[in-house]
């Protein structure tokens, strides 16, 4: 990771796009392998919520990633204006990516499915993923009031949200 005080703007736009597809990546974990993170009932809907959420991705990228210098120029300034520039957007980041490396260091959804018989494995996999999926909120929060991008991430934030939210009923059921 660069020196928190020498990143660029543009390395903290290239950083939030690779924020954006680890977020994707978590995610579909979950919808790809929901058992027993999410309650059996949720899945169908939670597929189907996911085919219009993932294009959201695509458009935010898309939004970090503008070509004309003026519409780079006021988009870094509203990233600056949110905290997701320089020392900020770093420690933010290294947060997120500590709760994403604890719970790919202890297994993911797609990894549960052969733990199935193990309640303790359960027991910290839930821990781990909602911490990353916390972790993963204030970037999502400040992303969402950005102009131009907010617009994308909002579905996607929302739909993170009611994951954790299902997975705390998944943990309790």
């Known amino acids: 990771m660069a020196d928190a005080?020498?990143?660029?703007d543009e390395?903290?736009?290239?950083?939030?796009?690779?924020?954006?597809?680890?977020?994707?990546?978590?995610?579909?974990?979950?919808?790809?392998?929901?058992?027993?993170?999410?309650?059996g009932r949720h899945h169908e809907s939670m597929r189907v919520a996911w085919n219009d959420?993932?294009?959201?991705?695509?458009?935010?990228?898309?939004?970090?990633?503008?070509?004309?210098?003026?519409?780079i120029e006021t988009l870094e300034g509203e990233l600056r204006d949110r905290g997701l520039t320089g020392p900020q957007l770093i420690?933010?980041?290294?947060?997120?990516?500590?709760?994403?490396?604890?719970?790919?260091?202890?297994?993911?959804a797609k990894d549960g499915q052969e733990q199935r018989k193990k309640p303790r494995w359960f027991a910290r996999f839930f821990r781990f993923f909602s911490g990353t999926l916390k972790a993963a909120d204030v970037l999502l929060d400040s992303l969402a009031a950005v102009p131009g991008v907010g617009l994308?991430?909002?579905p996607i934030k929302e739909f993170k949200e009611a994951i954790d939210s299902g997975a705390d009923l998944g943990e309790a059921g």
């Open 152 to 154: 994308a991430v909002w």
């Open 5 to 8: 005080d020498s990143i660029s």
């Open 91 to 108: 420690f933010k980041l290294n947060v997120f990516r500590h709760a994403r490396e604890n719970l790919l260091d202890h297994g993911t």
């Open 11 to 39: 390395e903290a736009r290239r950083l939030l796009v690779e924020f954006l597809r680890q977020v994707e990546k978590v995610l579909q974990d979950v919808v790809e392998n929901p058992r027993p993170t999410i309650p």
């Open 53 to 71: 959420v993932k294009g959201k991705f695509t458009v935010a990228i898309g939004a970090l990633s503008p070509t004309d210098p003026i519409a």
